[in-house]
Nanobody, 122 residues
Framework: QLQASGGGLVQAGGSLRLSCATS????????MGWFRQAPGKEREFVAV????????YYADSVKGRFTISRDNAKNTVYLQMNSLKPEDTAVYYC?????????????????WGRGTQVTVSS
């Protein structure tokens, strides 16, 4: 199971840190990704981190502002979001895939958690 948390309301330019706690399975074997879905829009890829944490990949829209990390001892993945913009407003989801790569497509992920709402006011 995956459970995302840490969302909230923040002003533009502010920061939030999302967490995704996992249970069951072998967390360290999964690539972990973050996706988001804004109202009326399709779900989009945000970031992914490899199972060992040594490799990451970001969507261009968040590169340089967001940082994905993981703590395999705590079975948790994080998304540090800085310099937030109103267009970052969305429900954010974490996902897990038994992959050695850096999957960036939603259909590549087998496990999904419930989302957490992030709202950025202008």
């Amino acid at each position: 199971q995956l459970q995302a948390s840490g969302g909230g309301l923040v002003q533009a330019g502010g920061s939030l840190r999302l967490s995704c706690a996992t249970s069951g399975g072998t967390f360290s074997s999964y690539a972990m990704g973050w996706f988001r879905q804004a109202p009326g829009k399709e779900r989009e890829f945000v970031a992914v981190i490899s199972w060992g944490g040594g490799r990451t990949y970001y969507a261009d829209s968040v590169k340089g502002r967001f940082t994905i990390s993981r703590d395999n001892a705590k079975n948790t993945v994080y998304l540090q979001m800085n310099s937030l913009k109103p267009e970052d407003t969305a429900v954010y989801y974490c996902a897990a895939d038994f992959s050695t790569g850096l999957p960036s497509k939603g259909y590549e992920y087998h496990y999904w958690g419930r989302g957490t709402q992030v709202t950025v006011s202008s």
